[in-house]
Structures are given as structure tokens and as C-alpha cells.
């Protein structure tokens, strides 16, 4: 029972899914910049090496996660339009 509605409501649920997808990975690259200068002792990572990496995964996931998601929802879509014609 996946309905998702129309178009323009679809755009939003591409760009809410994306935020969290993206968000969900920065917070996994920033637990391991840290948990990597917990484990060494001493800073192997600076303050600006995690906040400029943390920006770049979070742009870089945001452009692969706005190109999936779409086509996941057609797909999960269609799956459950083919359901209900069988």
C-alpha cells in the first residue's frame, strides 16, 4: 500500500528523504573522525578537517541521494500498482 500522491507532493518527499539520508551519513562520518581521534590519542583529525569534511559528505550525499530517491519511489510505485493488477 504505497501511495506516495502526486507530483509536486512527491518533490518534497524526495527532498525530506534526501535531508535525512544525507544527515544519517554526515552523523556516521562524524562519529568516525572522532571515534578515530578517541582510539589514536592524539588529533589525528583537526576541528576543520571534520567540519570540512563534513560539509563535503554532506553535499557530496545530497547530489547522490536526490538522484536515487525518485527512482526509488517509481519503483516502490509501480511494484504496488503491478500488485494490484495481479
Do not use: C, Q
Not at 501511495?3 to 562524524?30: C, E, H, Q, Y
Not at 578517541?38 to 559528505?57: E, K, L, N, P
Request: glycine share 4%; hydrophobic share 50%.
Amino acid at each position: 500500500m504505497v501511495k506516495f500522491g502526486p507530483k509536486d507532493k512527491r518533490t518534497r518527499l524526495v527532498l525530506l528523504a534526501s535531508l535525512a539520508t544525507s544527515i544519517v551519513i554526515l552523523n556516521l562520518f562524524l562519529f568516525g573522525a572522532i571515534l578515530t581521534n578517541m582510539i589514536r590519542g592524539d588529533m589525528s583529525y583537526t576541528h576543520v578537517d571534520m567540519v570540512a569534511g563534513a560539509v563535503f559528505v554532506f553535499v557530496i550525499t545530497m547530489i547522490i541521494s536526490l538522484s536515487l530517491w525518485p527512482k526509488i519511489i517509481d519503483r516502490l510505485e509501480s511494484r504496488e500498482e503491478s500488485k494490484k493488477a495481479s
